[in-house]
């Protein structure tokens, strides 16, 4: 083990919610699990004595608030992830404050504390969503954890920085970035987070990739949704791309985490990075 801990967060939503083809008026279609998958996360979570941070969707925490509850009582940190998990480029300014306000307020009122940090659904805060930044630290974020330093047909900012930096805006803002792990091989930025990624390379990819970081001084950043250990959730049509990262390597996600809480320290976002929550 390394002496410095690393950051574990779990993007809050359902399993039919990071599908951009799927609009929010269409989620009733679909079969709830994410009370039964809060549960199973938090148990993963508490036999390995790990606090992570939730980056909890704005619609989950209204329709489940009980589940945000316990999360809390956990001793988790929960930040916000946008309301309807529409990409932000998608969103106008006015409509992403409105989405963002509402899903900070219903924390609030759940928790006592409004969240501090953000990520944005399917990691969206690309060059055409700039302006994003000035309305999140006008709302009081104190980071953000949205650019991911590499190439990927749906996001992705290839040249940003790999670990924690600050973002200047052209109006005066400022705000802490915390990107999810990338390893460095040849001149590439190897995406070794979490997510689909940590579902379809072998372990050994993982483990390389956050030693890396941490022989460099860096905490490793790494993310789950709590539908990634439910290997037992609907198959559904979707195009072939979507379909194939989406259920890759459920049935053996569980198993590669148990490793990677054994092998890495994690705690909360806030903890890992310095802020007060």
Not at 98 to 103: D, M, N, Y
Not at 201 to 224: A, C, D, S
Not at 229 to 241: F, V
């Amino acid at each position: 083990m390394n002496d410095i801990k690393c950051a574990f967060s779990i993007d809050f939503e359902d399993w039919y919610q990071g599908f951009e083809i799927f609009p929010m008026e269409s989620w009733r279609n679909y079969e709830p699990r994410i009370e039964r998958n809060c549960l199973k996360t938090l148990e993963l979570l508490s036999d390995f004595n790990v606090k992570a941070t939730f980056f909890v969707l704005g619609y989950i925490a209204d329709k489940y608030p009980q589940s945000v509850e316990a999360i809390h009582k956990e001793g988790h940190e929960i930040g916000a992830h946008g309301y309807s998990h529409t990409q932000i480029f998608k969103l106008s300014p006015e409509k992403f404050n409105e989405e963002i306000r509402r899903t900070g307020n219903t924390i609030a009122d759940i928790t006592g504390k409004r969240p501090i940090g953000f990520r944005a659904p399917i990691f969206s805060m690309v060059k055409d969503s700039w302006w994003a930044i000035d309305v999140l630290v006008e709302n009081g974020f104190k980071y953000d954890s949205s650019i991911l330093p590499t190439f990927n047909y749906r996001y992705g900012i290839v040249a940003a920085e790999r670990f924690c930096n600050e973002i200047k805006t052209e109006r005066g803002n400022s705000i802490i970035e915390i990107p999810v792990t990338t390893a460095k091989f040849l001149n590439l930025n190897i995406p070794v987070g979490g997510g689909a990624y940590f579902r379809i390379w072998p372990y050994n990819v993982t483990r390389w990739g956050f030693r890396q970081v941490l022989k460099n001084g860096q905490p490793g950043v790494f993310y789950m949704h709590p539908w990634e250990i439910d290997a037992g959730q609907p198959r559904i049509k979707l195009p072939p791309r979507l379909y194939l990262t989406h259920y890759t390597g459920l049935d053996t996600t569980e198993r590669k985490l148990k490793k990677l809480l054994t092998d890495f320290d994690f705690s909360t976002m806030a903890d890992v990075f310095g802020f007060e929550y």
